[in-house]
């Protein structure tokens, strides 16, 4: 059965520190997909990335970055210099599908809630 | 800025009412969602529209009616609500016929107390 861990239920670090949120999930399909979302006290869950199964290069999007790696079935997240603006639950997330295109409902990781303080 | 729009931010209603949320996006997305959002939890799938019609029912009490009057709107109409349905409601969008494996785009939701 599919499903995502991430076991930091709360981090808080202080303003300037790096800070990995970790994800690690379990699938029998070779070929899924997975994505995080962060979601600030507003409530908008907000895209960050989405990662497939065949690409395992890792990912820089200015001070995010994520390290996917099969081989440990993780996902992990780092945010290099956080600030307080960063605050947020962190959602991982896991989508099997396949090359026709049929997708399937996101089986969701419970959350990290990041507190990053000044 | 969001390009999903949900109305209301807040909504309080007794359980006899009858209310609706609505939905908006313009970014001529094939699928829309309604999910359900307790405190401290992950978001929960309720419905999937894929070009119009609904694809996906979760199970979800009958006292929640989804409706999709064309391919930009979503409303969740509400009747005979209980106290344990007061929760974040989001709606979300996604380019493909209902999707897993292309990002959905998120309103900020609908935060409903019934009581």
């Known amino acids: 059965a599919q499903k995502v861990t991430q076991a930091q239920t709360e981090i808080s670090v202080v303003e300037k520190e790096d800070v990995t949120l970790d994800c690690v999930y379990e699938?029998?399909?070779?070929?899924?997909?997975l994505f995080w979302y962060k979601q600030p006290p507003s409530g908008e869950l907000v895209f960050l990335i989405r990662?497939?199964?065949?690409d395992e290069q890792n990912e820089i999007s200015g001070r995010y970055s994520w390290n996917f790696q099969k081989s440990t079935s993780s996902f992990n997240f780092t945010i290099t210099a956080s600030q307080v603006v960063d605050s947020a639950v962190y959602f991982c997330a896991l989508s099997e599908g396949d090359y026709a295109g049929n997708n399937r409902k996101l089986i969701w990781g419970l959350g990290t809630s990041l507190a990053v303080n000044p | 800025d969001t390009e999903v729009t949900q109305t209301p931010k807040h909504l309080v209603m007794g359980m006899t009412n009858k209310k609706s949320l609505k939905c908006e996006q313009h970014?001529?997305?094939?699928?829309m969602y309604w999910y359900k959002q307790k405190a401290k939890k992950p978001p929960e799938l309720m419905f999937v529209y894929s070009y119009e019609k609904l694809s996906i029912n979760e199970s979800v009490p009958s006292r929640f009616s989804p409706e999709c009057p064309n391919s930009s709107l979503l409303n969740l109409h509400l009747h005979a609500l209980q106290p344990e349905d007061s929760a974040l409601y989001l709606c979300?969008?996604?380019?493909?016929?209902?999707?897993?494996?292309?990002?959905?785009?998120f309103g900020q939701g609908t935060r409903l107390t019934v009581v």
């Open positions: 979300a969008s996604s380019q493909a016929a209902w999707g897993g494996n292309t990002e959905a785009f």
């Open positions: 990662r497939n199964s065949f």
């Open positions: 699938t029998r399909d070779t070929t899924y997909y």
């Open positions: 970014m001529g997305h094939r699928a």
